[in-house]
């Protein structure tokens, strides 16, 4: 069983930088792919950015140029590190882990954190 735990959320203002962190414990196969999706009031989670165990990362549009994904595969740990931020950007920010990258891109990974709020103030 995998456990994911985000931390580094809180509050900002625009312009601001903010990076999250999530510890992963668990099966290492489990947790080979890895993401953060965000989820805004009243709308959908949406997928901000994933990488492989290969290196191979994706960024959501409204977030390319300004957050970058990275990992520390010594320490288990994911991170989302978020420049420039706006009001827009703020959500529910969810850590997510899957063995098959394509279940992450298509918003069934098998693990979730419990999420870390991020608020940007204007």
């Known amino acids: 069983q995998v456990q994911l735990v985000e931390s580094g959320g809180g509050l900002v203002q625009a312009g601001e930088s903010l990076t999250l962190s999530c510890s992963a414990s668990g099966n290492k196969f489990d947790f080979k792919d890895m993401g953060w999706y965000r989820q805004a009031p009243g709308e959908q989670r949406v997928l901000v950015a994933s990488?492989?165990?290969?290196?191979?990362?994706n960024y959501a549009n409204s977030v390319k140029d300004r957050f970058t994904i990275s990992r520390d595969n010594a320490k288990n740990t994911l991170f989302l590190h978020m420049n420039r931020l706006k009001p827009e950007d703020t959500a529910v920010y969810y850590c997510?882990?899957?063995?098959?990258?394509?279940?992450?891109?298509?918003?069934?990974?098998?693990?979730w954190g419990q999420g870390t709020q991020v608020t940007v103030s204007s």
């Open positions: 990488i492989t165990a290969g290196g191979s990362i």
């Open positions: 997510v882990a899957d063995s098959n990258a394509a279940r992450i891109m298509l918003g069934r990974a098998a693990y």
